[in-house]
């Protein structure tokens, strides 16, 4: 029997205070008798034993435009000034579950972790860096190994989140490579 294939996407995005989910889904729409209906998404913010269902989920907003922004007002994070001041939001671990009806059998759920924040620090760190084109001195090719390095634990956290279903160890190495940014940012000095 012929079915709805779900698939979510959740890009890394470089602004705090947005997260952008693709539906990357197949639908059966030639096949009247599996309809596209009830559309539901849940999405559970790091620190939080509870998911939020996101309002407005219908097949003109993101299903057929293929995506949706979430900022802290959709996630229940801010209550106040929203439209007028975007909060950020947190790095860590997002649980994001995406379902049509029947809602209990047509169903995907993925674990994405957010690194925004470490990135935009990474990004200003090495901003600082004096590279230029040629061999660099040896303190500055250190500081370019270190980078280096924290960029490396960052996309390993997202791979032992995200791929290896390891979520304590991602978190783990998130949490390490953050120290390691700050040590070198000289935010704990």
Do not use: W
């Not at 939020?52 to 003109?60: A, D, H, L, R, V």
């Not at 996630?75 to 947190?90: A, D, E, F, K």
């Amino acid at each position: 029997m012929a079915n709805h294939v779900l698939s979510l996407e959740v890009p890394q995005v470089m602004n705090e205070c947005i997260l952008k989910i693709l539906d990357t889904s197949v639908y059966q729409t030639l096949n009247p008798a599996i309809p596209i209906v009830c559309p539901t998404l849940n999405v559970t913010v790091p620190g939080f034993g509870y998911s939020n269902q996101i309002e407005g989920i219908t097949m003109t907003n993101f299903v057929n435009t293929g995506h949706i922004t979430l900022t802290a007002c959709d996630l229940q994070l801010q209550s106040s000034n929203c439209g007028t001041i975007y909060n950020n939001l947190p790095d860590g671990i997002y649980i994001i579950k995406y379902s049509v009806s029947p809602n209990a059998e047509v169903f995907v759920e993925y674990n994405h972790m957010r690194i925004t924040h470490a990135l935009n620090k990474y990004y200003k760190i090495l901003c600082d860096v004096d590279v230029a084109a040629c061999d660099p001195p040896y303190i500055i090719k250190n500081e370019l190994e270190a980078l280096r390095l924290i960029f490396m634990y960052l996309q390993a956290s997202k791979s032992k989140v995200e791929f290896c279903h390891e979520p304590q160890k991602g978190m783990s190495l998130y949490n390490y490579a953050l120290k390691l940014l700050n040590k070198l940012s000289c935010t704990n000095c």
